[in-house]
């Protein structure tokens, strides 16, 4: 009888020491860290496209770490984005959800047909950030610097004279590709 | 005389390829014939791009600028002979990607007319501004392959400099222009060195060379002793042959023992380094007055019946210079400009020679057959005892072909000096070095988009900011419109006179608007009481309906999220009003 | 004329994958010599066997992988594997023995890990530890006596009959190893009295360590310092290994009448091809200078743990397979100073 008792409060014992350390290591190495919505919104890419349908990257990001958005809705960051995504929460990775757009190997930026521009203003109020300079009845231009390559600008004008165009690799940002993978040993990821 | 009590220090890893550098020894520098056109790209040297300061249809002299350095960080671009301007356009240049960039094309009259220019006789009398001057308009870049402007560093502070290192290591195989050049202009590779120390004031200067140059070695000694005065502080310093000694970092550690700190460069350890050719291009440019338009290039391999070096000008085609060394060019499989090791392939021989192309290598598939297929890594090890920069190449490459780029950068991808050591000794012929170059610029790609969505990050916040401010002002304005005709209308009622006129002439919805606030909101209160009310009514008959399980259940909610919704419009509407 | 752009380096030297896994093969060659000289021919029928079975098996692998046959077989690695497998098992291990560990190395520990430069650990000894477990008495009994305390010797048909067919006449020719038998009457006797048993000193008690394998473990030494001196391997690795078994041997077991001593530590088991040609094996070993010192030492450690107080009488293979298992962690954690750095990074990289 004595062993029973002696052993219950043995681990009794045990049980309120350990649970003392592990509430004070609870208090005394909390880790401050940024709030979550803060991090889901540095690892967006700040295009504020809009394409997730929310306006802007931000308040997506609010919209998932409130858990009730989808990762996977970002097309401008696309796999790499929804991986990083997936880190952040542990969750898995799910692929792009087609219906908010694909995503695009080349970066793109809007370039304004300039002779054919009405000078409507249209595109100054859609762009996100401003990358539009002009006034009314002015021919506008774009900042090609500040484009996001968002296509916002495109559907408003009235005149289609915005396109959508490659940004051209300089000798400054070529870089060499990944060796590429022989046909034979490609199944060896 | 002062090489056999130098205590030479080593760098880890290393490889010792065939050298492949007899070949083109054998003859002296012969001077390659001035081509018909010359095409020169305006980005010959690291840094901003030269801006082209001539236009198509110019007539040019020999030695005449052409381009002019953009930035301090950038240089002059000379008129190699004197021709006409045929055209300014992008065109294929010497570059890694293959791909095209600005060149002026200049079509020479092969009359070989100078501009007027002279040279600075008492040069080692000069002031340090002086000379730096000269040095920034000859337009001389690192001659080695780098092509760092020579300006930028013969402008570091003297007092920043104790030791001046010049670069005579020529470690890649094959490559044999500097060796030539300090066999045939040892005592004016002196004189340029003495110029460099009249600047930096070092307290002492090395030159390093590898031990398989002993013809260069003792034409050095040889002006040494024939210019020697007391203020001389030059050690000529024989190093072992091993690839890569000839590497700026790898040859500090050599002579010194000290190493270049991360991210940093070697004036940071009080050394400054500068390729032989470049010295030779800096005392022709101070007390001759050329700029630099020609250069010594090796032209070699399997594939050229002549191996030699040429004194060639800046801008001679590739095509040009083979034709002369008798390339047979059907054979040419691999066309190469600079070492085996670190050179870069030529799409085509039509690209033009620059101020940092050393050496041709025009190669058979016997010599250099297409690279191996890929086989497994083995983990060998073999390239961590190559790696001169104490990597660990293998991780290194695991990390690059999974895109891994976190734990690369963790692994100190940017130390690599893509020496190529690693491929070189690697059994499975994994092309290493082209996966640390993908992974460096996936890294640096990746930089640049963060920066960019910081930019438009800031700027979309920015933006709100001001939308919000504009629409808060509009409020304000409006506000302040109804205010004042509210004072109005009580100035109206307090004055009792014939006011018919007057309130003909107003508008109607303005005087709807301009209600009195306190009857505004008390009608508001209202709407809000009633609207609770409805609220009220509406839960209870849908509770009653749920209860009894009606079909009308359904409909009932949706008339009560109306009315809520009613609701919270009204209690908006009120908060409003209140503020 | 377009030319194609390739990065640099332009120049490789010659040699593949095959080259190297030949190289070893070559080294091997003296060892071979040795054992089938002093021990019979077991060995050599086992090479057969096993070379046979492990390349059978890469080949039906790399069908199922739809890989291309040549290209893969030409490494070689199959059949080093299987050359260093037969060459650890017992010479007259019956053939399924050989058979099961050669095929459970390549399928199993080679490519479910997805083939050579993946595997975690050393297929050769997974293979031999599975049948070390699995038929305990197949691989304890099946070991040859020295030709020489045999009064025939033992002839090919009789070798091949016992490691195929009949195995009645498996006690005349086999016998305990010397480390077994000394492990096992260190208890009762003294070193004196061990070595009266002619395994040690031969019939005519000439000078010797233990009779054969002193001269099977020196042939293996000699290959292994061929691939050396040929940069196959480092010296790291089997200096640190053979340093702490012997540091050991001596600190811990200076006493042989109650302990094995270090001569036949040394010379006397699979000490020298475990340390020259198990132990080696890049794929499984640890790859930075210092972490190859730590995982010979490991290696080296627990060889002389588990000879002298685990239940088995030689144990470069479990040494082996522990010390794969750190492989990765004493990697990260080993990680040579970079050129200008002020010193080495440690560990995988954070997250933030």
């Known amino acids: 009888m004595s062993i029973i008792v002696i052993s219950v409060l043995a681990l009794v014992a045990l049980a309120i020491l350990f649970g003392a350390i592990l509430g004070f290591a609870a208090v005394r190495f909390k880790v401050e860290g940024n709030p979550i919505v803060d991090q889901l919104d540095a690892l967006l890419p700040q295009t504020q496209c809009g394409q997730c349908s929310y306006p802007g990257c931000r308040p997506y990001a609010q919209a998932i770490s409130e858990g009730n958005e989808k990762i996977n809705k970002c097309p401008p960051g696309g796999e790499s984005t929804i991986a990083a995504i997936a880190d952040l929460l542990g969750v898995e990775p799910e692929p792009l959800d087609a219906e908010h757009g694909e995503e695009k190997d080349v970066t793109l930026v809007a370039v304004i047909r300039e002779d054919e521009c009405i000078g409507c203003t249209k595109c100054i109020q859609a762009c996100p950030v401003d990358a539009i300079l002009g006034a009314a009845k002015q021919m506008h231009t774009v900042i090609a610097q500040e484009c996001t390559g968002c296509d916002l600008c495109v559907e408003p004008c009235p005149v289609d004279c915005i396109d959508m165009v490659p940004t051209e690799r300089t000798l400054q940002s070529w870089h060499w590709p990944k060796p590429s993978a022989l046909p034979l040993i490609a199944t060896d990821a | ?579 | 004329m377009k030319l194609p752009n390739i990065s640099s380096p332009h120049a490789t030297r010659p040699g593949n994958t095959g080259t190297v896994m030949l190289t070893v093969l070559l080294a091997l060659v003296p060892g071979i010599i040795t054992l089938s000289y002093f021990f019979g021919p077991g060995h050599l029928i086992q090479i057969c066997l096993a070379s046979a079975t492990a390349v059978g098996c890469e080949a039906l692998i790399l069908h199922l992988r739809k890989k291309p046959l040549g290209f893969y077989l030409k490494d070689y690695s199959a059949l080093l594997t299987a050359v260093l497998l037969a060459i650890s098992l017992p010479p007259y291990a019956p053939y399924w023995v050989t058979m099961v560990a050669t095929l459970f190395a390549i399928i199993v520990a080679k490519h479910l890990y997805g083939g050579l430069g993946q595997n975690p650990f050393n297929p050769a000894m997974v293979g031999f530890a599975l049948v070390l477990v699995s038929f305990p008495v197949e691989m304890t009994t099946s070991w040859s006596a020295p030709s020489a305390l045999l009064e025939n010797g033992i002839g090919f048909s009789q070798a091949v009959t016992l490691i195929f067919s009949s195995r009645e006449t498996l006690d005349a020719v086999t016998m305990a190893t010397p480390l077994d038998l000394y492990k096992h009457q260190v208890a009762i006797a003294t070193a004196h009295e061990i070595y009266q048993d002619p395994i040690f000193h031969g019939p005519h008690h000439e000078a010797s360590i233990a009779l054969g394998w002193q001269w099977v473990n020196l042939a293996f030494l000699l290959g292994g310092v061929f691939l050396w001196w040929k940069k196959i391997f480092t010296w790291h690795v089997p200096v640190s290994l053979l340093l702490a078994l012997s540091l050991l041997s001596i600190f811990i077991g200076w006493d042989s009448d109650s302990y094995v001593p270090i001569s036949l530590h040394l010379f006397a088991g699979a000490t020298m091809l475990g340390a020259f040609f198990i132990a080696t094996d890049p794929v499984t070993a640890a790859t930075t200078p210092l972490g190859k010192l730590i995982y010979g030492a490991g290696i080296g450690v627990l060889i002389y743990l588990i000879r002298t107080w685990g239940s088995y009488p030689d144990a470069v293979a479990f040494a082996v397979l522990l010390m794969n298992f750190c492989a990765p962690l004493i990697d990260q954690y080993s990680q040579p100073r970079t050129y200008g750095h002020q010193k080495a990074v440690r560990g995988l990289a954070k997250k933030d």
């Not at chain 2, 260069?216 to 024989?238: C, G």
Request: proline content about 6%; hydrophobic content about 40%; glycine content about 6%.
């Open chain 2, 1 to 579: 005389m002062n090489m056999h009590h130098f205590k030479l220090h080593d760098f880890a890893g290393g490889i010792h390829p065939p050298q492949h550098k007899s070949q083109s020894t054998q003859a002296p520098i012969s001077q390659a014939e001035i081509p018909a056109r010359l095409i020169l790209a305006i980005a010959q040297h690291i840094g901003a791009p030269a801006k082209p300061v001539v236009k198509p249809g110019d007539k040019v002299l020999k030695g005449q600028i052409i381009a002019e350095g953009d930035d301090f960080i950038s240089c002059n671009l000379h008129a190699p002979t004197s021709g006409t301007v045929a055209s300014i356009e992008t065109r294929e240049v010497p570059h890694q990607s293959g791909m095209d960039d600005t060149c002026i094309e200049i079509i020479s009259d092969g009359q070989e007319r100078w501009v007027d220019h002279q040279g600075l006789d008492d040069y080692l009398q000069a002031d340090a501004q002086t000379l730096i001057a000269r040095i920034t308009q000859a337009g001389i870049a690192g001659m080695g392959g780098a092509g760092f402007p020579t300006h930028v560093k013969a402008s570091i502070p003297a007092s920043k400099i104790d030791t001046l290192i010049v670069n005579a290591a020529e470690c890649e195989p094959y490559i044999s222009s500097d060796d030539m050049l300090m066999r045939e202009c040892a005592t004016e590779i002196i004189k340029g060195i003495e110029i460099l120390q009249r600047i930096l004031r070092p307290q002492q200067c090395y030159i390093g060379i590898e031990d398989n140059k002993p013809q260069a070695a003792a034409a050095l000694q040889q002006a040494l002793k024939e210019n020697r005065d007391d203020t001389h502080n030059i050690h000529l310093v024989v190093i072992p042959t091993k690839y890569p000694s000839g590497g700026e970092k790898q040859l500090i550690q050599i002579l010194t023992g000290k190493e270049v700190p991360v991210a940093g460069i070697p004036a940071d350890i009080g050394m400054v380094c500068q390729n032989v050719a470049s010295v030779h291009a800096i005392y022709e440019a101070v007390a001759l007055g050329i700029p630099l338009i020609q250069r010594i290039t090796t032209v070699t391999g399997d594939a050229v019946g002549r191996p030699q070096n040429y004194r060639v000008l800046l801008g001679t085609p590739v095509s040009e210079l083979l034709r002369q060394a008798q390339a047979q060019t059907d054979k040419i499989k691999r066309l190469i400009m600079g070492g085996p090791m670190m050179g870069f392939t030529l799409a085509s021989p039509h690209i033009a020679i620059t101020k940092t192309s050393n050496c041709i290598i025009a190669a058979s598939a016997q010599t250099l057959p297409d690279p191996a297929m890929e086989q497994a890594c083995i983990r060998c090890g073999m390239c961590s005892e190559a790696c001169p920069a104490q990597l660990l190449p293998q991780q290194l490459y695991w990390f690059a072909k999974s895109s891994n780029l976190e734990q690369a950068q963790a692994h100190n991808i940017a130390d690599c000096i893509e020496c190529g050591a690693c491929s070189y000794v690697c059994p499975s012929n994994i092309p290493l070095v082209q996966y640390y170059r993908f992974a460096k610029g996936e890294i640096k790609q990746a930089q640049r988009d963060k920066q960019g969505s910081e930019q438009a990050k800031l700027r979309f916040d920015t933006r709100n900011a001001r939308l919000a401010r504009e629409v808060a002002e509009k409020d304000a304005k409006r506000k302040a419109r109804a205010a004042a005709a509210a004072k109005k209308q009580a100035a109206k009622k307090a004055a009792p006179a014939p006011a018919t006129n007057l309130s003909k002439g107003e508008p109607a919805p303005v005087a709807a608007k301009a209600e009195p606030a306190p009857l505004k909101k008390e009608a508001l209160k209202q709407k809000v009481l009633a609207a609770q009310t409805r609220v009220d009514k509406a839960r209870e008959r849908l509770a009653m309906a749920q209860q009894q399980q009606l079909e009308t259940a359904g409909a009932l909610e949706l008339g009560l999220n109306k009315q809520i919704d009613k609701l919270t419009l009204a209690q908006k509407n009120l908060e409003e009003a209140n503020r």
